[in-house]
């Protein structure tokens, strides 16, 4: 308990914890060094010839409502904004624009204070940061959240300030606020490119996108074009149809359907690619979203995957990877229930069950981030079960067991499994916005 980790005399503890512990019992531990079949994965990896230039992959980033969808509405022609829930992005979106200055990659991301997580990824998958401010609210908390992420992630950025055209517009106090932040503008003796935009009307798009061409150069972008696709999750999802889908973007090589990879804890052959248009491709090479198939389960938003070659390797690291997994929730099923028992035995607190279902892993990360800081004195939060997809009766009757109200964002429960809900009085209670959701919460 001075560690601040409560166990029992029958509990396993993890290796850096008991180090720690050995340690203050006044002893020296030596680690055992167990050989990995995870560290031979560089081995199923391997590129020849030279490295070839590659288009830039960049992403919008900025508070919430400053017009960064709209902005790549204006860029691609697309009307994507008015489709989304609020009107605000609530998960990674990744698409490719053809413009005058070449192809480029833009990763949409939320400026809900909510998605810290998916902006940090959006941050660390990209080259450039495209740093939206709208000129009427300057800077916001999650506009320095988001110069932090491109920051640690040692990437530059360009300030695209937006809603120049509308009163109350005041480009100078932009510039001030954010030199503040170490974004000093050029004209001001500084590195950094800003470029006025109004995105709804589609000024000053050319000007950015020139921009975004003349940072790319200076970055010198390359990668293998040939060889086995490696890249990052951006985001994950179940589909009608489709099973368990998966935003990916590509990094180096080249990924083709049929493709066996790696990812996360599974091993698995590619059905299909798609692109942001519901176009099937054959193939997609570095700096290429696509949308594949053929996936057990959703991998978690943020895992690398890696096309292999030898299937029976590969098949061990998923399995030392699962092995790894499983320890680690037993380990933190065993300090929840310790937790619950002290606080029972110390306070009357109302211990809150919940099964949290999501449409994506960016949304369902977003959620239990938030939830973590859903403070209360008197009641404690208990995420019995937590997944992508839709309510089915297996979440029905784990409510039951548990006696836990279900919580369904931008899903639904089937039919069979309403019916089973009402039946036993299980509450469900559905969101398509975070901050309702939150709200939601504050009421139960």
């Not at 030279?50 to 790549?72: A, Q, Y």
């Not at 176009?279 to 959703?298: E, H, N, Q, R, T």
């Amino acid at each position: 308990m001075d560690m601040g980790v409560m166990a029992t005399v029958n509990q396993t503890l993890d290796q850096d914890t008991a180090i720690l512990l050995t340690e203050e019992m006044g002893h020296q531990a030596e680690p055992a060094q167990e050989e990995l079949a995870e560290d031979k994965l560089d081995e199923l990896v391997t590129y020849e010839g030279t490295e070839e230039v590659r288009n830039p992959v960049i992403s919008v980033l900025g508070h919430v409502d400053h017009g960064k969808t709209t902005l790549l509405d204006s860029i691609r022609n697309t009307n994507v904004t008015k489709q989304e829930e609020g009107g605000i992005t609530q998960k990674i979106g990744a698409y490719q624009a053809d413009t005058k200055q070449g192809t480029m990659t833009f990763i949409d991301t939320p400026g809900h204070a909510a998605f810290s997580e998916v902006r940090a990824r959006g941050a660390n998958s990209t080259d450039i940061v495209i740093l939206v401010v709208a000129a009427d609210d300057g800077l916001q908390p999650q506009t320095e959240e988001a110069i932090s992420h491109a920051n640690a992630a040692e990437v530059p950025i360009i300030v695209a300030v937006n809603k120049i055209d509308l009163e109350g517009a005041d480009l100078e106090r932009v510039k001030n606020e954010l030199s503040s932040k170490e974004l000093v503008p050029e004209d001001w003796g500084g590195n950094t490119q800003f470029i006025s935009v109004s995105a709804l009307k589609g000024e000053g798009i050319d000007a950015l996108l020139e921009a975004v061409s003349l940072e790319a150069e200076v970055l010198e972008l390359k990668a293998h074009h040939n060889g086995p696709a490696h890249g990052v999750v951006l985001d994950s999802s179940t589909e009608k149809g489709r099973g368990a889908v998966a935003t990916v973007l590509v990094q180096e090589g080249t990924l083709k359907a049929g493709d066996m990879i790696l990812v996360g804890e599974q091993t698995k052959k590619i059905r299909s690619l798609v692109d942001e248009n519901s176009k099937s491709l054959k193939s997609a090479g570095p700096s290429v979203p696509v949308l594949i198939s053929g996936l057990d389960s959703p991998p978690k938003a943020g895992e690398d995957f890696v096309v292999v070659t030898s299937e029976k390797m590969a098949k061990e690291i998923s399995t030392e990877r699962s092995k790894r997994a499983r320890e680690s929730r037993l380990a933190r099923q065993q300090i929840t229930n310790l937790e619950s028992l002290f606080d029972s035995e110390l306070s009357k607190v109302i211990k809150l069950n919940l099964v949290i279902k999501a449409d994506t892993h960016g949304s369902l990360e977003a959620i239990l981030g938030s939830l973590k800081n859903f403070a209360s004195e008197e009641v404690r939060l208990n995420i019995v079960h937590d997944s992508v997809g839709g309510i089915n009766n297996n979440d029905v009757n784990l409510a039951i067991t548990t006696h836990a109200s279900i919580i369904g964002f931008n899903v639904r429960a089937d039919s069979s499994s309403k019916k089973l809900a009402e039946a036993e009085s299980i509450d469900i209670s559905y969101y398509g916005i975070i901050y309702d959701l939150l709200d939601g919460l504050k009421k139960l």
